[in-house]
């Protein structure tokens, strides 16, 4: 069968095989496929053996070349065939002996090319296997008839393609050889560097034409003996020289050495390197190595010398052993070494504490790198300095400028230190004034805290977690009473009232605790005992929980408790005015003094914003139910009307404010007034009082919106104690469809009549209450039927950021469109504006409908 493993083809597999096809291209490029007498002696020679009229060796890369061919001269393009068309390629995939006495016959190949034309009939091939072990190729005979092939053929086959084998490798050795000889002598010409080998058992010395010329030698005048050399060395250097040649030739050793020769035009500098071959019993016999002119060099060199002992810097180099091969005079100072001492010697063993110190990891990864490195490091006695270091890595070892910055240092660590200082020094300054800010922020946000359970979750923000890790306040009495909202006994009991702490999960745990652990003023420590005395308690370390048999009795309290101790805590009293108002806990607060002297402050400023949040609270309470009882519940209704009024009072201030709303019926008219006191609290709701009783007395009197804000107007300062008020009159009468309307510097009234947009009415206002006497106009416009009319304070239509325009469009659009009964339109209204809880100012709001004709 010819199937193919992994179903490749044979072209296919060969490529497979990286290595094969590269030892294949190896032999090509030696000149296999070159005409030569060698492998057409081999093919001629198995022809004449085997009786074959065909002899082929097929060289098996990408395609197939054919080396040499014996009865036949294919052309150079013959010679080149793909894979798949050669039974060679059979041979190779095989790798043995391949014979086919009939190849028509033989379904292995009688479908190959060389086949069915006929030039192949029989066919025997043996590998060509190369000393590495990789299959090149084939050697093959065949022939146009069928025979048979004996295991004879097989073996005289064999040898002759160990024989071809051979001649191929020696072919590409010399083919390489040729090569590399070219490519030294290229190297060697552009270096303008001359070759030398010396036999030393027989004085034979060869030197090339370059080193001929450059020791002043002609060919013919050259003897090839050592003695030429010796007489052209500078007398000076000679013995230097001779013994160096004789320790390198002793030892078997490396030769580097550099010398003067003397020329018919002058002396110059030559650098020599070469290298001993032995003969097996370990006996010199060869001297090889080269030499060129580096008379420029060596100048180059002095003169650097020359500038490198002029330099401030002290400079030294060492070669690749790590050996001294220069130093100025300046690095002698620091190292405290003469150069005579150093030259040769070893950097590592002159200097043993450089080992495994900076110096030789920079030193090293400079070499390593190629790059060069710059650092600073302190070398111990003797040297016992600082160094600042530059090292370049060369060709020929490294070169390292340094000098001693021991001074700097010193003068840089002062300097360090004083920075360090300075930024201690700036860090509690800054420690300070963060304390005075944050009691100067605390004290604003406390001061803006009109409710006590506010000023409690501020004092919790401002503490927590810059100053502790929990904060716990305890009230007693009325205190406790007024943020828990609910009446408690008189007993001496401290109730907790705010809890707080940085952890999530253990704020589940300290709301448990807050409720479920009595704490008392007769308690002799704690919460309760820093309330009776009115003394701070400090508990800097915390070994055991306090015990009380009440708090033990239950297990979840017990536990709890083991889960929230703290390692420390603080307790501080709440007093304010010469009133105990409760204490409050931080446990582990920072332990400076400082912070604790701060939990101080700011429970004090805490405790004045709490007292004045309780006071304000009971203002509230007094003013709101003042103010509830100077309003109307209600507003007379008259047949055919319908009127809602609300009233919010503000959320900021003293709540109590002077907006208020009036109703009086007169004869078969409905007057309606909507006014707005200057000012909170007690004494606006009691202006607001006088003034409503003032305006329904005139009402009852008869005079009209525009006559009542004229006499109001005229006797306010004799009848009021009054700054400033606006007012708007309105009287509707029913029957006519008619509102007659005044105002004194109060918003317009705004009517949404069936089926049309909301309007406002074009009122014009007169001056407020209270600033100047003045007349004022009426404006009488008819109410259409199931028309809705609004009556409103600037509450209503006026917040902080946004301007009156806004707010009046804003009421405007709640309206749009709207078929609701007034108490509806009053709620959608506040509700659209945002004030059904309440807003900044107070609201007052009058929603009239005149309702269609049964």
Known sequence: MTAQPDELSFGDELLADPARVAAVRRVLMGGATAAGAGLDRLTRLAAELLDASHAQVSLLAEEQVVASIFGSSPSDAERVGPLEASLCTVTVRLGAPFSVPDAREDPRVRDLPPVTSGAVRSYLGVPLVATTGLTLGAFCVYDAKARSWSARDVGVLSALAESTVAELELRAVSAEMSTKATQLELTLSAADTGSFDWDLLNDDLRWDDRLVDLFDYERDTFSGRIADFTARL??????????????????AGDLSVEYRIVRSDG???????????????GRAVRLLGVAHDSTELREARDRVARVLESMTDAFYSVDRDWRFTFLNAEAEKLLGRSAGDLLGTVLWEEFPAAVDSDFEKAYRGAIESGRPTSFEAYYPPPLDGWFEVRAWPGPDGLSVYFREVTGRRRAQSDREQAIV?????????????ARLSLLADASHLLAQSLEPEQVLQRLSDVILPALGRCVVVGLVGEA????????????????????SHVSPELQTVLDRLATSVTRRTSDGFGVGAVVRTGEPEWLPAITDLPRRQADLSDPQVVHDLKAIQPAAALTVPLVSRGRQLGAVTVADPAPDSVDRALIADLAARAAVALDNALLYRAERRTGLTLQHSLLPGQVPQLPGIEVAVRYRPGATGAFVG????????????????????????MRSAARMGQLRAIVATLALEGHGPGALLDRLAASSESLLDLELATLLVASYSPYRRSLTVASAGHPPPLMAPLGQAPAYLDVEPGPPIGSLPGEYAETVVEVPEGATLVLYTDGLVEQRGDSLASGLEALRQALDDLRLPPEAVAD??????????GAADDVALLVLSHLPDA
């Open 421 to 433: 200082e300075r930024e201690q020094a700036y860090a509690a300054a800054e420690s300070a004034n």
């Open 658 to 681: 002077g907006d208020w709303y009036q109703g009086v019926v007169v004869g078969d008219d409905l007057v309606l007034a909507m006014g707005d006191v200057m000012g909170h609290g």
């Open 828 to 837: 959608h209204i506040l509700e659209s504006l945002g004030r059904a809880e």
């Open 267 to 281: 002396v110059r500098w030559v650098q020599a390197r070469g290298r001993v071959l032995t003969d097996p019993d």
């Open 480 to 499: 406790a009473g007024e943020v828990l909202r609910r009446d408690l006994p008189s007993d001496d009991q401290v109730h907790v009232v705010h809890a």
């Open 234 to 251: 500078h007398p000076d250097d000679r013995d230097r020289v001779t013994e160096a040649l004789k320790r390198t030739i002793d030892t």
